[in-house]
């Protein structure tokens, strides 16, 4: 019963969540400036033409009832039509939400897998030149913006070597290896802020581990430090390492808009720059929507995981 009110309070605050976002992003994209009818229309337009626009897209109605009929329409799958193209603003989204997830997920993964290893380093060697390395290029990871260390990785792999693609983007279904030699620079370079990031936190959170007893207990019957750290101290860390990534989800997501317009992918944070240029508000609002989605139920996982990792978080037992 513990198991299933722990589930009910998560489902409810995620579900809360998500009708908070929804109101927020359609005010804001509501209060922007300038008329959607008129940017169709162009500047020769007259008052009268705006104004019948305006009707037959339905924006002269109260924007609560906007609101409600765009809400409606999400839980049914219908994301509304393109003001421009008329097109199914969900079916626009579709072949570039694989191109963003590809993205995102490549990232984070490799910056799991660089940061871990790097960061019990640093905590082990923190009184060692290894340790003040590994530190310091963590703290230069995290002053490097993605777009020029995308730019700079570009230089040096695309026009130097010649040995990757420096744009563009092929699907899986048509060529394996071209989808992923397109995806190799775009995802390092996504992949360094972030790891950088992690680094530190995981140092931190396995310097905490060396001081346990439990740790020193490993090492006095016989562990070696790093088996000792890695077997008893990585489920004790794992919280602050899970914590991190859901927080940073935010930053990959928006770091992932630069990335694709860098190496021009098209992925939903070139569609969303395209839309907002373009004030087609209801790509603007699906994509946005999707995105804030998808962080909240990356946030919604990582509590569950919370209670896998500690049981005494889904008992009330938090002593």
Not at 212 to 220: H, I, K, L, Q
Request: aromatic share 10%; proline share 5%.
């Amino acid at each position: 019963m513990r198991i299933l009110a722990f589930l009910g309070r998560r489902l409810g605050i995620f579900a809360l969540s998500l009708l908070g976002a929804s109101l927020l992003v359609f005010a804001v994209c509501a209060a922007l400036p300038g008329e959607v009818a008129a940017i169709i229309l162009g500047e020769g337009a007259t008052p009268d033409q705006i104004a019948k626009l305006t009707a037959q897209l339905g924006l002269d109605r109260p924007w609560p009832v906007r609101y409600a009929e765009w809400v409606g329409g999400m839980l049914r799958g219908d994301f509304g039509t393109s003001y421009f193209t008329g097109q199914n603003v969900l079916q626009l989204m579709a072949p570039r939400i694989a191109v963003t997830l590809w993205l995102v997920f490549f990232a984070l993964v490799l910056s799991v897998l660089v940061a871990v290893p790097v960061g019990m380093l640093a905590a082990m060697k923190r009184r060692s030149w290894i340790g003040f390395v590994a530190s310091a290029a963590a703290q230069l990871g995290m002053a490097i913006p993605a777009f020029w260390a995308a730019i700079a990785l570009v230089l040096v792999f695309a026009v130097w070597l010649h040995q990757l693609p420096a744009n563009g983007y092929v699907p899986l279904t048509t060529d394996p290896a071209s989808w992923a030699a397109h995806l190799v620079l775009p995802v390092i370079s996504l992949a360094i802020v972030q790891a950088s990031v992690l680094v530190r936190y995981v140092r931190s959170a396995f310097i905490e581990v060396l001081s346990e007893d439990y740790y020193r207990t490993a090492r006095a019957v016989g562990w070696r430090p790093f088996p000792a750290l890695l077997r008893h101290g990585l489920r004790n860390a794992a919280l602050s390492l899970v914590t991190v990534i859901g927080l940073q989800l935010a930053s990959v997501l928006v770091g992932a808009i630069v990335i694709e317009s860098v190496f021009a992918l098209p992925g939903l944070g070139s569609q969303l720059l395209d839309a907002v240029s373009q004030r087609d508000l209801s790509i603007v609002q699906g994509v946005v929507m999707f995105l804030a989605a998808a962080v909240l139920l990356i946030n919604f996982l990582v509590d569950l995981s919370y209670a896998w990792i500690d049981p005494r978080l889904r008992t009330g037992d938090e002593r």
